[in-house]
């Protein structure tokens, strides 16, 4: 492993520290002698490394005092979920130079699959695009509108006016602006339900938008519509009907109806997260609930971060005609168009020209191979069972016996593998089984492979 | 004038009036047989300009039946601050076309001056960059932040750390955030000052995002201080120290001290937005209020939709060190990175390359001759009077008469040049004298002349 390898493991292994709360704001990191000696680097390696922290604002060092984590990034301020990290770790067993750890967190899809030449295209159509001297539209480009539109009606059953497409800078930002519109237009908190367990990215970015969430229980078939019923006012519910999440459980047809039925009857709004509805890997793709809509209650969500790149940072909301609309486009408005143009022209280009697809096309079989190992595998195992591997990027995996999901995690952590726990997608403790979440999305087969030994492995030392 | 050319104009023309409330939503629009007799145009030109309006989701036809106004598009929906426009109309004499609409409103720049090459060079660098995957840092490309940072330092008197910097989707977006990260800090609403005429952007943003908001006069050196410490308990105040917008005073060392004080002895924040500061036609450069910031009450917003082109949705803001920086950055977390990180590396190029720097010294030149335009001109018209103009991109026009602001808009409108009402500006009624706002950045010469004749001629017209 180069210089370079070896710094960026100790830079993932220091962030690690502080994303989990081994280290807090303020406490001092371990001298560059100590910890080069701990890690068997060159302490040059570690120097570097604390260089490269100090200018992404991780830790602050000072000529002659001991390195410190800098204040404001301590577990909860910057939780591993969205944070900058690298899935280039390597399988080569030496688990102990921290250089090559293996992040299978899920979230992050096979991107760097793409085509270079269509990526490039799509580049060179965005520099090329004649400069106007004009301020953009904040619905989005009508292009780029008009290209999602159209993709709705093949691929999710339905194909909104271009008038109710509008442009976000990624889904979190989607769902701030959904609950931004909404506290205006009630003129206080909205109450909005959320699925337990579920997108924990979403209900951070929905409280931070002055919502006020109420978690509802999921089973096999998606959030609990009876229970939602029964626990008083409610202004809106986010549901994730393709492919729960983290769970797996597609909604069936006739809970769909009554959840639409419900939004109808109580004026709740009901917001479609459509996460990752392009990768089905068993059975015929579901539409979105949006489709069903005839009463016009779905707000839908969905965009490019698992089909293309996260880093593109654009995503869309389609707008039921009304009320709603009027206020998420005020709030829109309020914050001003927030994509880039060469970016929407970029992604644009990519519908248009079928690019998208192609890439789609070749990612959809890789996964289906990643699927089938996790599959295969943990079918060979007693006491261990995969969920939520119809669609999506990524597995649950639960056991029978008592490891706690936190505990497990740990201990893969320390042997150089990054996962999720599904404790940590509950709204009230309790609500998931024990388990952990893996994304496979970024991995290789070998990277899979030695994941899944890792957890193996953990599992036997607690016992089970 | 070719079909395209006429089609736009129609176009133009109808969302002007839905914009300026002369539509609104559920009006009929005049029968495509009508307005082409009126404009003088092919009916044709009106189909196709009405196909766009309804596709853009302006107003919505229906086979058959009378085309209308759609909903939730009205006058302070879509207002024509941020709304898509066009600012190429040719100055050729024949104003009833509707084709021919100069746009003299403020806030677009000089785009298409950049050179292709270096435009070019930027986006290829970003499709260039080797694909990772991994997420966003919320925060911002180090890379960019640094060379941010470094800027900073030349040309603005401070150099942060890379840690304080915070790269936001445009300047809305910034005070949107830094709105949200402060409401939850408080846990309440928090009461923010604003310059009284100030920037309406800014503060539609911060009153979406849940502030309340309190004007506060302006004089010939900026907010007035002893005002503001007059007001009542304040959490923030938002200030354009540099270039005071729309009048256009630059605040003094002495009042900048005395904010500063006020600030730290009331535990207030300070917004310092820096909107178009590298702009100064004469004088020298004056430091950015946070160079003075013994305290860490100011939180430094930038940005390049001025420097550069306003549809690249980035801007940044400089945190001082403490809980704003904390409860900022969770609001960062919260929403999610929102630049696109080819964005980010595109910018990250213009900036390390110079590119951005030669851009500006040519546009430089360029603002320079129109600002002598405007001065010459309104120096030859007794009882015209032109302020604003030792930098930016735009001027005030006041006269001495009676003639309303926002009736010599309507009457310039009428023939063809938008501009803004001083009034608009304002947060109470009075604050601001009787006058316009027009916009030079991507004006002509021979634009700016016409813009002025109107001007005069409107002026006229009215006794003046």
Chains 1, 2 share one sequence.
């Not at 001991?66 to 979920?81: F, I, K, L, S």
């Not at 709030?331 to 890439?359: C, D, K, N, W, Y």
Request: glycine share 12%.
């Amino acid at each position: 492993m180069d210089q370079f390898g070896k710094t960026a493991g100790v830079v993932a292994r220091v962030r690690a520290m502080v994303q989990d709360g081994t280290l807090v704001a303020g406490d001092a990191v371990p001298s560059t002698r100590v910890l080069a000696a701990e890690l068997g680097v060159a302490r040059g390696t570690v120097v570097a490394a604390y260089e490269q922290l100090d200018g992404e604002g991780w830790i602050r060092t000072r000529q002659g005092a001991v390195a410190r984590v800098a204040a404001g990034v301590g577990a909860g301020h910057w939780p591993t979920e969205h944070t900058a990290r690298d899935a280039t770790g390597h399988a080569d067993g030496s688990a102990s130079t921290g250089a090559d750890l293996l992040d299978a967190r899920p979230g992050i899809p096979a991107v760097t699959a793409i085509a270079a030449r269509d990526w490039r295209a799509a580049w060179r159509a965005a520099a090329d695009a004649p400069l106007r001297n004009a301020l953009s539209d904040p619905a989005g480009l009508p292009e780029l509108r008009a290209q999602i539109a159209a993709q709705l009606g093949l691929a999710r059953g339905f194909a909104p006016e271009i008038g109710r497409v509008v442009v976000t800078a990624g889904t979190a930002e989607a769902l701030s602006l959904v609950t931004e519109g909404l506290r205006n237009r009630l003129g206080r908190a909205p109450v909005v339900a959320v699925e337990d367990p579920g997108y924990r990215s979403g209900r951070r970015a929905m409280t931070s938008a002055g919502a006020t969430l109420v978690g509802v229980p999921v089973d096999g078939d998606g959030i609990d519509v009876d229970v939602l019923g029964r626990i008083g006012p409610v202004d809106a519910v986010i549901v994730t009907p393709t492919h729960q999440y983290p769970l797996g459980s597609v909604m069936p047809v006739a809970r769909r109806l009554s959840l639409l039925d419900w939004a109808t009857r109580t004026g709740a709004v009901v917001v479609e997260d459509d996460y990752d509805s392009e990768f089905r890997h068993r059975g015929s793709p579901v539409p979105a609930l949006a489709a069903l809509d005839a009463t016009g209650v779905v707000v839908h969500v969905g965009g490019f971060s698992k089909t293309l790149d996260p880093r593109l940072r654009c995503s869309y909301v389609v707008l039921p005609p009304g009320p709603v609309h009027e206020a998420v486009a005020a709030s829109r408005l309020a914050r001003g168009p927030v994509v880039a143009e060469p970016v929407q022209i970029a992604l644009a280009h990519l519908l248009r020209t079928g690019a998208l697809r192609r890439h789609l096309g070749r990612v959809r079989r890789d996964y289906t191979h990643r699927r089938e190992r996790v599959a295969t595998r943990v079918a060979a195992v007693a006491g261990l069972e995969a969920r939520a591997l119809d669609g999506g990027l990524h597995a649950v995996l639960t056991w029978s016996g008592r490891a706690a999901g936190r505990d497990v995690v740990a201990r893969m952590a320390r042997s150089g593998v990054l996962v999720s726990a599904l404790e940590e997608y509950e709204v009230s403790p309790g609500s998931a089984p024990a388990g952990i979440v893996l994304g496979y999305g970024a991995l290789t087969l070998p990277q899979l492979d030695r994941a899944l030994d890792v957890l193996l492995e953990v599992l036997r030392v607690r016992g089970d």
